[in-house]
Every structure is written in structure tokens, then in C-alpha cells.
């Protein structure tokens, strides 16, 4: 029988090797998975939804979003957008999403007077303003209706809100009362008159926020009776 060289590894000592080196590479293959999978479960936990890019920027490989939708350990809620298989809806998870698909769109009318908690409106679709020449968010589960402004009927008056930790762009009150009599056409006149009343009586506008936003909505002449009714 022919004896092993000094110095040479014999093939049992190959084998061993190769089964130390496969036993490895499965052991630290198998933790990024792991890991992935569980830091998209604690991102998607901890607010309502979670976008596809969010989810790149933790290093989260697509293939392991996939794999979990398709697994319904997380949802897919609309387009590049995903929560917690487990976690209930939001109130506002319409409005979330849409903007975190949108991200120039901005929650105005009856959607922005739900938000300020004017009125008794609860609109089935997300109302938003987009730029002119943009278009809407394509492939949404999400009802939409969109109103496209320019100049300053669109970039005045945005403030952001954190919505069950989510930030979400809405007009203020007084820009968003503006614009129903701007868009009286589209919600009613009596939509802006119930909110003109209801958010003065709770003293959440003054005539000075009101005076300036129905200047730039170019809505004095519109608005003047009745805000002199309810100063005289």
C-alpha cells in the first residue's frame, strides 16, 4: 500500500476540507437572507408602508421582497409599495401611499379637509394637486382624483404632516378652504361654505390666512360676502 507523501494532504484530508469550506459557505449564504428578511419585516412594522427604493436603500435585494409577498409574510399595496402582512390599515394609508408614489403630489380639498378634521366629508378617492404637466401615479390601487395647478396656487400653502409616522404634503386649512371655492365646481359650494364655517368656528384659520390665500387662488371677489358675514 502506497503511503501518503509528508507534507501532502492526503484525500481524506481533502474531503475534510471541502465539507468545512461547503458547511461555511452555506452558514454565511444563509444569513443575508435571514437578515434581509427580518429587517424588512422591522422596516415594514414600523410605519404604514414601505417603498421599493427604501427598501434598496437598506440593502434589501429585490428577490427577497419578492419571495416574502409572494410567501404573504408582507403585502404588496401598490406599485413599488409594501407593509406588514399583519399590521391594519391606517386611516389615512390611501393618502401614504399615493404621495409616496407621487412625490411632487400634494393632499388637498376633501382629502386635506378629512386631514385637518373640517367637515363631514369622507372622500373614497385621494384628492391631489399635481404640477401642470405632470402626470398621475400610474398603477395605483388607490382611487385618484387630480387637480393640476400652477404658480402659486400650487406652491403655496404646502406644509408637511406626519400621518401614523409617515410624512405626507397637504395645503394647510386656509389654503385648502381657497381652493374649494376655487374648485367649487368640483366639490360644491356647499363643501366650501360648511368648511369656511366649521373651521372659523373652531378657530383653526384667521381672516388674515384667509384674506392671503383667496388672493393668490384670485378668489376675493368670490369670497368677500361671505367673509365680511361672518366678521359683521
Excluded at 47 to 52: G, K, L, T, Y
Amino acid at each position: 500500500m502506497q503511503s501518503a507523501q509528508p507534507g501532502r494532504p492526503t484525500q481524506d484530508d481533502r474531503r475534510v476540507h471541502y465539507l468545512h469550506v461547503s458547511s461555511a459557505f452555506c452558514y454565511h449564504a444563509g444569513m443575508p437572507a435571514q437578515s434581509h428578511a427580518a429587517k424588512l419585516l422591522r422596516l415594514a412594522a414600523k410605519q404604514p408602508a414601505v417603498s421599493a427604493r427604501e427598501l434598496s436603500a437598506a440593502g434589501i435585494p429585490a428577490r427577497t421582497v419578492s419571495r416574502m409577498a409572494a410567501r404573504g409574510q408582507v403585502r404588496r399595496v401598490g406599485r413599488g409599495l409594501y407593509t406588514g402582512a399583519e399590521g391594519s390599515p391606517s386611516a389615512h394609508q390611501s393618502a401614504i401611499e399615493v404621495t409616496r408614489q407621487a412625490p411632487k403630489a400634494v393632499v388637498c380639498l376633501l382629502s386635506a379637509l378629512e386631514i385637518h378634521g373640517i367637515g363631514v366629508q369622507a372622500p373614497f378617492e385621494v384628492w391631489i394637486a399635481l404640477p401642470a404637466g405632470t402626470h398621475a401615479p400610474k398603477r395605483t390601487q388607490t382611487a385618484l382624483r387630480v387637480t393640476r395647478l400652477s404658480g402659486a396656487a400650487f406652491t403655496e400653502g404646502i406644509e408637511t404632516v406626519v400621518l401614523d409616522g409617515a410624512p405626507v404634503r397637504v395645503y394647510n386649512l386656509a389654503k385648502t378652504i381657497t381652493d374649494c371655492f376655487k374648485l367649487r365646481s368640483k366639490v360644491g359650494l356647499d363643501v366650501a361654505l360648511e368648511a369656511l364655517r366649521d373651521a372659523w368656528q373652531q378657530r383653526k384659520v384667521t381672516m388674515d390666512d384667509l384674506w392671503r390665500y383667496a388672493k393668490v387662488n384670485r378668489m376675493t371677489n368670490v369670497m368677500r360676502p361671505y367673509l365680511e358675514a361672518m366678521t359683521g
